[in-house]
């Protein structure tokens, strides 16, 4: 899958979001990036990063740059072959990624 078409199916899995996630998007960049920094995924395989400040832990007089979504193409197409499996994949990512944000840590995630 090119990058056009990986990026079209991320554009699409946040048309997809339900409306109350829409709050949550504010102040969000998402972007593809091809790869996690070596640090970040510390040996393991990472789909997606959060970069923030989680909403639960602003207080009134937060400002502040926008928080950031990555989701690393390279990953998902090594891991998936189907192309259904790489939307589901990037949706999942993308939502899982958007918990951080709102504060739930990897064990609150609803899936």
Do not use: C, K
């Amino acid at each position: 899958m090119d990058r056009a078409v990986f990026e079209a199916a991320v554009r699409d899995a946040i048309e997809s979001l339900p409306d109350e996630f829409q709050p949550v998007l504010e102040n969000v960049a998402i972007v593809v990036e091809e790869e996690p920094d070596p640090a970040d995924a510390g040996g393991s395989v990472l789909f997606g990063l959060y970069h923030g400040v989680p909403l639960n832990e602003r207080g009134s007089g937060y400002t502040g740059l926008p928080d950031r979504v990555e989701i690393y193409r390279g990953p998902i197409l090594r891991s998936f072959d189907a192309v259904h499996e790489i939307v589901a994949e990037i949706r999942d990512t993308l939502i899982h990624e958007l918990g951080h944000h709102m504060g739930l840590s990897d064990d609150e995630m609803p899936y």
